[in-house]
């Protein structure tokens, strides 16, 4: 039997000493010495049925932990099928380190088979893109690329391995480099005083915590500064549960395609206190269209420049030590008005509607009051992009953070499936949800196989409408007629058992929370597929588009 490559070995030794746990993957001719040396790690291969799943996995295993998910594939085809989730990664700010292999050094310098130059492909997507040019330069870039996916503003990183470096001897003293941590900094006091200044003379300021807030862990200083100084909060589709919606403070979740029910809160603020938050979440002209807002923005790095996003104080540093020292500089309590109160009610109401609505095919708000009733507090739910995802992060009540997923940079279909088999691994004590339309479901469908195979137990909800539900939707609203959108389906319940899952088929209204709550306490791979009339879209966008303001 062959000796593994030593720089194979290496490889995989640099990533045990990053804490790599999984990698998820496919081999290739060209990296064939890398997944062999895996096999006698610590890291556990997960073979998957494409890159684009292996992608998505790295990524939602990324978020999840904070720490870079790895996603490898060989060169060419393979390395392209991961671009997807890469750039998903990037823009979602999600730690990934994507590794392919490349034809050897021999020949990527002319016209050969397979040769595309993939660095350059990953470059726009990525913080960073290089190629191994040497087996000694092994240590430094792998050290290079964990570090680089996981400082703030944390995203992707590739980097591609020609196979004769892959395969070359290398000295026996060449090593990993340790690992180094970048600390994060105490906020200028100049800066906190200038932000207090403007809190000092603010009439009705109002908070908006992003997904950085929940990456920098700082949901429970967020909720101490909001208590200090008497603060609505409301957060971006990617930061819900880090501000509790059962908070008497909590405003909900602001992302919708219209004039939503939050957004009445933004309309009468004058000042905005932005914590981790990033403009590709939520664009600010929804929150502040007249430019007219002064904004203190709280993060760990400098905001994007953006017209109306007109930044007056930049506080940068750690997000929780931040919003603990500016609390402290503030020596007034704001009073509460009676907006946030009839917008925490109206949100109710509409999810107390849902539970009583007992129409089949099923109304959206009814399977989002089922999935409520049926998760626990910290389980955790990925919201699919396309209708799905529209219900769930306007209505879905979420009380922790990174318990309710969606892809709200790059807004990526095809993610949940994947993601929730990554969920599971990164939580395996957890139960796990994938709600995706059927669009959505078939696009990455097939990782089905690796989650039975893999013994990863999750539940796919699919959301039967036999269309693509929000493009319908915005064609309806924009153009008030529809077209190209309609498909056929398989049946679902064969589909699952066909790959060893277990499938079920709603029928009625009442079915579905009982089949839920069985669903997730097998410890099996499962596929629940409820008919869903879409019919509701129409009459929300219509609904809110009636609401006006004050409150």
Same mark, same amino acid.
């Given at each position: ?15 045990? !000493?990053?804490?790599?746990? @999984?990698? =998820? ?31 998505? %996995? ?14 490898? !594939?060989? *060169? ?50 990525? +913080? ?16 290079? #690329? =964990? +570090? ?25 003293? *060449? ?5 180094? $941590? ?9 800066? &906190? ?31 101490? =500064? ?23 403070? #909590? ?30 979440? /939520? ?9 007219? +807002? ?49 917008? $925490? ?25 089922? &999935? ?9 739910? *990925? ?6 995802? %529209? ?49 959505? /479901? ?25 269309? @693509?539900? *929000?493009?319908?939707?915005? %064609? ?19 589909? !699952?058992?066909? /790959?060893?899952?277990?499938? @079920?088929? &709603? ?28 019919? #509701? ?15």
């Amino acid at each position: 039997m062959a000796r593994q490559a030593d720089a194979a070995r290496l490889i995989v030794q640099a990533l045990e !000493a990053e804490g790599v746990e @999984y990698v =998820f993957g496919i081999p290739g001719e060209e990296n064939i010495h890398f997944v062999d040396a895996l096999k006698d790690s610590s890291i556990r291969y997960v073979l998957v049925r494409h890159e684009q799943g292996a992608a998505f %996995m790295a990524e939602i295993y990324g978020r999840l932990t904070g720490r870079a998910g790895v996603a490898s !594939a060989t *060169l060419g085809p393979g390395a392209i099928n991961l671009q997807l989730g890469v750039a998903d990664a990037t823009t979602n700010s999600t730690p990934v380190v994507a590794i392919t292999a490349q034809v050897g050094l021999d020949r990527i310098y002319k016209e050969s088979h397979q040769v595309v130059d993939l660095v350059s492909l990953f470059r726009p997507i990525t +913080k960073w893109a290089e190629l191994a040019p040497s087996p000694q330069a092994l240590p430094e870039m792998i050290r290079k #690329a =964990f +570090k680089t996916a996981q400082t703030e503003r944390p995203g992707a990183v590739y980097l591609a391995i020609p196979e004769d470096v892959e395969a070359a001897e290398v000295p026996a003293d *060449l090593r990993p480099l340790p690992v180094n $941590r970048v600390r994060p900094q105490d906020p200028s006091p100049a800066q &906190i005083a200038r932000a207090a200044d403007v809190l000092a003379t603010a009439q009705r300021p109002i908070v908006l915590a992003g997904h950085g807030a929940t990456r920098a862990g700082a949901s429970a200083a967020l909720v101490r =500064f909001s208590e200090r100084l008497g603060l609505p909060v409301a957060t971006t589709f990617n930061g819900k549960g880090v501000f509790p919606d059962d908070h008497r403070h #909590a405003l909900g979740a602001v992302g919708f395609m219209r004039h939503d029910y939050v957004n009445f809160g933004f309309d009468e603020a004058d000042v905005l206190i932005t914590v981790g938050y990033e403009l590709q979440e /939520f664009d600010p002209v929804k929150i502040n269209p007249h430019r007219d +807002k002064r904004i203190i923005h709280v993060h760990q790095f400098p905001a994007e420049v953006d017209d109306h996003y007109p930044v007056a104080v930049g506080v940068q540093g750690d997000i929780s030590r931040s919003l603990h020292t500016l609390g402290d500089a503030v020596h007034r309590r704001f009073e509460l008005n009676g907006t946030g109160e009839r917008i $925490r009610r109206m949100v109710r109401e509409e999810l107390e509607q849902g539970r009583s609505e007992d129409g089949f095919p099923m109304s959206p708000r009814r399977v989002v009051a089922d &999935i409520r009733a049926a998760m626990g507090r910290d389980d955790i739910v *990925l919201a699919d992009t396309g209708a799905v995802k %529209m219900w769930m992060a306007r209505m879905y009540p979420t009380y922790e953070p990174n318990t309710m997923l969606v892809s709200n940079g790059l807004s990526s279909m095809g993610f949940s499936v994947p993601g929730a088999l990554a969920a599971k691994l990164a939580f395996p004590r957890r139960r796990v949800l994938a709600a995706t339309g059927d669009g959505a /479901f078939l696009m990455n469908s097939q990782e089905l196989e690796t989650a039975v195979r893999e013994r990863v137990p999750f539940v796919v909800l699919v959301w039967v409408d036999d269309a @693509y539900g *929000l493009i319908e939707w915005k %064609m309806d609203l924009e153009l008030g007629r529809n077209s190209n959108i309609a498909f056929g389906n398989p049946d679902f319940v064969k589909y !699952a058992e066909s /790959f060893g899952a277990r499938g @079920y088929r &709603i029928t009625n209204a009442d079915e579905l929370l009982p089949t839920l709550r069985k669903a997730l306490a097998d410890d099996v791979v499962s596929v629940i597929a409820v008919p869903v009339d879409y019919s #509701a879209n129409l009459e929300l966008t219509s609904k809110l588009g009636d609401l006006t303001g004050p409150f």
